[in-house]
């Protein structure tokens, strides 16, 4: 069975930043792209980053281009989103997904002051 | 970047009658490999999104088959032939053609009258 467990969220300050985790298990981790997906509180789904199965090529929404970072670590089946220089408007559950096939159960943001 | 327009954004229904939701792409969705990669999303109240259907109209594995999806080109349709309780909930198209960025739609919220 596939499982996608994020960890890592919570309240940040503006301008701070947080690291995001996603356990995968149930399936060959490094044969398949990830994904990052937002959805701000009471809001629809916004696609963040995406990365490759060996972790070579990633791609980012524009909105956190340069702020952003998404990697992975195939030997512990992990994916991370690396979150610098917060803002309020990144508020939100952030998702990881297989393929945008398989979801986790999400994990909240908050940047607030 | 692709724009996905869904109507209506609201829908009201009575069980055991039908539902139809449209999505309308910005650009042809016709990848350069022949495929159309349009897919619907399901996320049920405090749930996580949940793939219904990819390729325009493959019903994903434990998918009931009252759901079906039609479209081609730039317009595309998800079907409910008969509604049911558990259907309640906000349903997405999204893109996976012209990446990056993946893009959705506003989500179009499904209630019983």
């Known amino acids: 069975e596939v499982q996608l467990v994020e960890s890592g969220g919570g309240l940040v300050q503006p301008g701070g930043s947080l690291r995001l985790s996603c356990a995968a298990s149930?399936?060959?981790?490094?044969?398949?792209?990830m994904h990052w997906v937002r959805q701000a509180p009471g809001k629809g789904l916004l696609w963040v980053s995406h990365i490759n199965g060996d972790g070579s090529a990633t791609t980012y929404a524009d909105s956190v281009k340069g702020r952003f970072t998404i990697s992975r670590d195939n030997a512990k089946n992990t994916l991370y989103l690396q979150m610098n220089s917060l803002r309020a408007e990144d508020t939100g559950v952030y998702y990881c997904?297989?393929?945008?096939?398989?979801w986790g159960q999400g994990n909240l943001v908050t940047v607030s002051s | 970047d692709v724009v996905m327009t869904q109507s209506p954004l609201s829908l009201p229904v009575t069980l055991g009658q039908p539902a139809s939701i449209s999505c309308r792409s910005s650009?042809?969705?016709?990848?350069?490999?022949?495929?159309?990669?349009l897919n619907w999303f399901q996320q049920r109240p405090g749930q996580s999104p949940r793939r219904l259907i990819y390729k325009v109209s493959n019903r994903d594995s434990g998918v009931p088959d009252r759901f079906s999806g039609s479209g081609s080109g730039t317009d595309f349709t998800l079907k409910i032939s008969r509604v049911e309780a558990e259907d309640v909930g906000v349903y997405y198209c999204m893109q996976a053609t012209h990446w990056p960025p993946w893009t959705f739609g506003q989500g179009t919220k499904v209630e019983i009258k």
């Open positions: 997904a297989r393929g945008l096939e398989y």
């Open positions: 149930g399936f060959t981790f490094r044969s398949y792209w």
């Open positions: 650009q042809s969705l016709v990848h350069s490999d022949g495929n159309t990669y």
